[in-house]
């Protein structure tokens, strides 16, 4: 395609790049047909691009004294001011600011010393203070409302993740965890004692997968990186023994099937299914006798209010779509036309007639909410300094609520996902409908405030997968292969300074999960913007392929174990993924099964290497802990040397997966698979209860903090044994 073509103008204009450069370092250069398709999925026509480009310019020309509905100031200016666009032979602009807390000021500037027809700097006074505020102007007639933003330049960054820092916690996948209490499924108990043990032994944070709303009426939607939305909570993470009211209820006791509830615990995996049919009844018949007492009713309907439009929406869908699971239609977007539109007469007729369906829903996301809170409180209380850290999923389902509920933000036909790397030859697709940069504009980031505050709330410090969003996002056309996708431009800027504020107003520190294809300047940027980098030991190498020392890793980062998409720390040394992926089928032939299985042993001796110059493994136990091919064991010396390895990192913040802690060889979620491996359904092997009182468990988070403070005398070559 000519560059300097309708289209090409057009795909410059909304941000499509025309070629880009992939984590093997091809280059590759965007087709016209994904041109096409992208421009489709901004809402505007690729067959008259010509028409497209001038009702964009249109748009942006329409704006009242050239100002987008939503303006952005650094916090840190010296002199804040705002560019303007004054009418033709104005002779003033006059303003006044209307400040969030009830404040106000205002002013008049003189254009007579302004040169005629171009843009001027508004003036405003300095400091301005931080948050949402609203500016009216007038000149020459014409008006213009805007919502200024005043944000600062970086994240909250609490002494516990300053200069100097060294925090420490662990990370897990909450459905994994099994104990006494729990039906099948770790939920907000077992969270809470987890996060009170951990602080008892000094950690700082305690991370958990995403804990966003699937799908209420089709339990077995399973993957937390595919939510219905990411605006509210996923109920089966509610402990019911610990909804007020259960003790005293005997209806409600008297609903679960002792049987049905030991098979839902006794399972390898979790059985999503299973766990829904034992804990749907009993929080029904909870909700019930909740709406007949006064208790709770007035903090409920504070809740409700305050959740507003978006919550009674959420809870619309969700009895909408249990409505018609049960006749067979399974999206949405089937559904009559008239219920199609979370804001038509039709849905709120259907609202006004299942009222009680509908209030459950809500109920539901109350006693989650409540038990959530609770449990970052039972880790604050005894010093989990940082608290809880929240995970945000980089998109939703295009079936579920959030796509309903605001259709305009979606980019129709399309999906989100990643060119090709090392560990995804072909790319991959995530099957999430990206938001459109144009309709989040519009709606002044509205969206993106809201994922904050609700992925903030009750957290410390928010993790953002696929941080890159903010700046890029790699968008496939729906039904065409991974390699025929294109990057698309977000506004970078005014979404890192709204983070940066939410940061602030919450806060809670920042996490941008930094891996895979990342922009140039990108890392600087989020360093600048003080979010921390996430490094992964896996990933984390010398040009030569070594493993980094300690002391190379950047300080303003969360150095991991592992994460959920890749092997535990035994899995890797054993070479379980590698496993997995021949008895797939996942690699393209025989020698790229061999060559992976080459670079793995090579691997091995590396990080054997690498464990040896910080003096976690003597010379000849090198040799020892690296035994033919066929005889691979992995040992708990080996577990600690490589626990201390990463402790001694010079980054902030270490995150140390549950799993690595107690030597489990399976991974989470692997990549290019569904129902192939058992993806987001792996069960802890031995109970909480059981771990928490395990000394050797203590022993190791004794190992990793006192490495954390700096005490050699306790390094792991001293347990080899």
């Given at each position: 395609?000519?560059e300097?073509?309708e289209?090409a103008?057009?795909?410059?204009?909304?941000?499509?790049?025309?070629?880009?450069?992939d984590?093997?370092?091809?280059?590759?250069?965007?087709?016209?047909?994904?041109f096409?398709a992208?421009?489709?999925g901004?809402?505007?026509?690729?067959d008259?691009?010509?028409?497209?480009l001038?009702?964009?310019?249109?748009?942006?020309?329409?704006?009242?004294l050239?100002l987008?509905?939503?303006?952005?100031?650094a916090?840190?200016?010296?002199?804040?001011s705002?560019?303007l666009?004054?009418p033709a032979?104005?002779?003033r602009?006059?303003?006044?600011?209307?400040?969030?807390?009830?404040?106000?000021?205002?002013?008049?500037l003189?254009?007579?010393a302004?040169?005629s027809?171009?843009r001027?700097?508004?003036p405003?006074?300095?400091?301005?203070?931080?948050?949402?505020?609203r500016l009216d102007?007038?000149s020459?007639?014409?008006?213009?409302?805007?919502s200024?933003?005043?944000?600062p330049?970086?994240?909250?960054?609490?002494?516990?993740?300053?200069e100097?820092a060294r925090?420490w916690?662990?990370t897990?996948?909450?459905?994994?965890?099994?104990s006494?209490?729990?039906?099948?499924?770790?939920d907000?108990?077992?969270l809470?004692?987890?996060?009170?043990?951990?602080?008892?032994?000094g950690?700082g944070v305690?991370?958990?997968?995403p804990l966003?709303?699937?799908?209420?009426?089709?339990?077995?939607?399973?993957?937390?990186?595919?939510?219905?939305?990411?605006?509210f909570?996923?109920y089966?993470?509610?402990?019911?023994?610990?909804?007020?009211?259960f003790a005293?209820?005997?209806?409600?006791?008297a609903?679960?099937?002792?049987e049905?509830l030991?098979?839902?615990?006794?399972?390898?995996?979790v059985?999503?299914?299973?766990?829904?049919?034992?804990?749907?009844?009993?929080?029904?018949?909870?909700?019930?006798?909740?709406?007949?007492?006064?208790?709770?009713?007035?903090?409920?309907?504070?809740f409700?209010e305050?959740?507003?439009?978006?919550?009674?929406?959420?809870?619309?869908?969700?009895?909408l779509?249990?409505?018609?699971?049960k006749m067979?239609?399974?999206?949405?977007?089937?559904w009559p036309?008239?219920?199609?539109?979370p804001?038509?007469?039709?849905?709120?007729?259907?609202?006004?007639?299942?009222?009680?369906?509908?209030?459950?829903?809500?109920?539901?996301q109350?006693?989650?909410?409540?038990?959530?809170?609770?449990?970052?409180a039972?880790?604050?209380?005894?010093?989990?300094?940082?608290?809880l850290?929240?995970?945000?999923?980089v998109?939703?389902?295009?079936?579920?609520a959030?796509?309903?509920a605001?259709?305009?933000?979606?980019a129709?036909g399309?999906?989100?996902?990643?060119p090709?790397?090392?560990l995804?030859?072909?790319?991959q697709?995530w099957?999430?409908?990206?938001?459109s940069?144009?309709?989040?504009?519009?709606?002044?980031?509205?969206?993106?405030?809201?994922?904050?505050?609700?992925n903030?709330?009750?957290?410390?410090?928010?993790?953002i997968?696929?941080?890159?969003?903010?700046?890029?996002?790699?968008?496939?056309?729906?039904?065409?292969?991974?390699?025929?996708g294109?990057?698309?431009?977000y506004?970078?800027?005014?979404?890192?300074?709204?983070?940066?504020?939410?940061?602030?107003?919450?806060?809670?520190?920042?996490?941008?999960?930094?891996?895979g294809?990342?922009?140039?300047?990108?890392?600087?940027r989020?360093r600048?913007?003080?979010?921390?980098s996430?490094?992964?030991?896996?990933?984390?190498?010398?040009?030569?392929g070594?493993?980094?020392?300690?002391?190379?890793y950047?300080?303003?980062?969360?150095?991991?174990?592992a994460t959920?998409?890749i092997?535990?720390?035994?899995?890797?040394?054993?070479?379980?993924?590698?496993e997995?992926?021949?008895?797939?089928?996942?690699?393209?032939?025989?020698p790229?099964?061999?060559?992976?299985?080459?670079?793995?042993?090579?691997?091995?001796?590396?990080l054997?290497?690498?464990?040896?110059?910080?003096?976690?493994?003597a010379?000849?136990?090198?040799?020892?802990?690296?035994?033919?091919a066929?005889?691979?064991?992995?040992?708990?010396?080996?577990?600690?040397?490589?626990?201390?390895?990463l402790?001694?990192?010079?980054?902030r913040?270490?995150?140390?997966?549950?799993?690595?802690?107690?030597?489990?060889?399976?991974?989470a979620?692997?990549?290019?698979?569904t129902?192939?491996?058992?993806n987001?359904r792996?069960?802890?092997?031995?109970?909480?209860?059981q771990?928490l009182a395990?000394p050797?468990?203590?022993?190791?988070?004794?190992?990793?903090r006192?490495?954390?403070?700096?005490d050699?005398?306790?390094?792991?070559?001293?347990l080899?044994r």
């Amino acid at each position: 395609m000519s560059e300097g073509s309708e289209l090409a103008r057009l795909a410059a204009r909304l941000g499509i790049a025309p070629r880009f450069t992939d984590a093997l370092g091809v280059g590759r250069e965007v087709s016209e047909a994904t041109f096409a398709a992208l421009v489709a999925g901004f809402g505007l026509s690729p067959d008259d691009p010509g028409r497209s480009l001038r009702e964009t310019e249109e748009e942006e020309n329409a704006r009242p004294l050239g100002l987008s509905p939503f303006e952005i100031v650094a916090a840190e200016a010296e002199t804040p001011s705002l560019a303007l666009l004054p009418p033709a032979g104005a002779a003033r602009i006059e303003w006044a600011c209307r400040f969030e807390d009830g404040g106000e000021c205002a002013g008049v500037l003189d254009l007579a010393a302004s040169e005629s027809g171009g843009r001027v700097a508004l003036p405003l006074p300095a400091p301005l203070p931080l948050g949402y505020h609203r500016l009216d102007l007038a000149s020459g007639g014409v008006g213009a409302q805007v919502s200024l933003v005043v944000a600062p330049p970086c994240c909250h960054l609490p002494a516990a993740l300053g200069e100097g820092a060294r925090s420490w916690g662990v990370t897990c996948q909450l459905y994994g965890l099994r104990s006494a209490g729990s039906w099948g499924i770790g939920d907000f108990t077992d969270l809470a004692n987890l996060a009170r043990a951990l602080a008892a032994h000094g950690a700082g944070v305690l991370g958990v997968n995403p804990l966003h709303a699937l799908f209420a009426a089709e339990p077995r939607h399973r993957s937390p990186y595919s939510p219905s939305s990411r605006a509210f909570l996923d109920y089966l993470y509610i402990d019911v023994t610990a909804v007020p009211g259960f003790a005293e209820d005997r209806g409600a006791g008297a609903l679960f099937s002792d049987e049905r509830l030991k098979a839902a615990r006794a399972g390898e995996f979790v059985d999503y299914a299973a766990v829904a049919a034992v804990k749907r009844p009993v929080l029904e018949a909870l909700f019930r006798s909740f709406r007949k007492r006064a208790r709770g009713a007035e903090a409920f309907r504070r809740f409700r209010e305050a959740g507003g439009k978006a919550l009674g929406d959420f809870a619309a869908f969700e009895a909408l779509d249990e409505h018609f699971r049960k006749m067979g239609v399974f999206s949405w977007r089937e559904w009559p036309a008239e219920l199609r539109s979370p804001n038509s007469p039709a849905v709120a007729d259907f609202a006004g007639r299942h009222h009680d369906r509908v209030e459950f829903f809500q109920f539901l996301q109350w006693e989650a909410d409540r038990q959530l809170g609770a449990a970052a409180a039972a880790g604050r209380a005894p010093g989990l300094a940082l608290g809880l850290y929240r995970d945000l999923a980089v998109g939703a389902d295009p079936g579920g609520a959030e796509a309903w509920a605001d259709q305009e933000l979606l980019a129709p036909g399309i999906a989100i996902g990643a060119p090709p790397d090392a560990l995804n030859r072909v790319g991959q697709n995530w099957g999430l409908a990206p938001v459109s940069p144009l309709a989040l504009r519009r709606q002044g980031f509205a969206p993106f405030i809201a994922a904050l505050r609700a992925n903030m709330r009750h957290a410390g410090v928010l993790r953002i997968d696929h941080v890159m969003s903010l700046a890029r996002l790699y968008w496939i056309p729906r039904g065409r292969p991974a390699t025929e996708g294109a990057y698309v431009a977000y506004p970078f800027e005014d979404l890192l300074r709204i983070l940066a504020l939410e940061s602030r107003r919450q806060q809670c520190a920042v996490i941008g999960e930094d891996l895979g294809t990342v922009p140039e300047g990108f890392r600087e940027r989020m360093r600048g913007a003080g979010v921390l980098s996430y490094r992964v030991a896996a990933f984390e190498r010398r040009r030569d392929g070594g493993f980094l020392p300690p002391g190379e890793y950047p300080p303003l980062a969360a150095a991991a174990s592992a994460t959920h998409d890749i092997a535990t720390v035994t899995g890797f040394w054993l070479g379980r993924d590698l496993e997995w992926r021949r008895r797939l089928g996942l690699y393209p032939d025989r020698p790229a099964a061999e060559a992976e299985a080459a670079e793995r042993e090579r691997d091995r001796r590396r990080l054997a290497e690498a464990l040896a110059g910080e003096g976690l493994l003597a010379p000849e136990e090198v040799e020892a802990v690296l035994p033919p091919a066929g005889e691979l064991r992995f040992s708990a010396p080996l577990l600690e040397a490589i626990l201390a390895h990463l402790a001694r990192s010079r980054s902030r913040l270490l995150l140390v997966q549950l799993e690595d802690l107690l030597g489990e060889a399976e991974q989470a979620n692997l990549p290019g698979t569904t129902d192939e491996h058992p993806n987001w359904r792996r069960r802890i092997a031995r109970p909480l209860e059981q771990i928490l009182a395990d000394p050797e468990f203590a022993r190791l988070l004794r190992l990793v903090r006192q490495e954390r403070d700096g005490d050699a005398t306790a390094g792991p070559h001293r347990l080899l044994r």
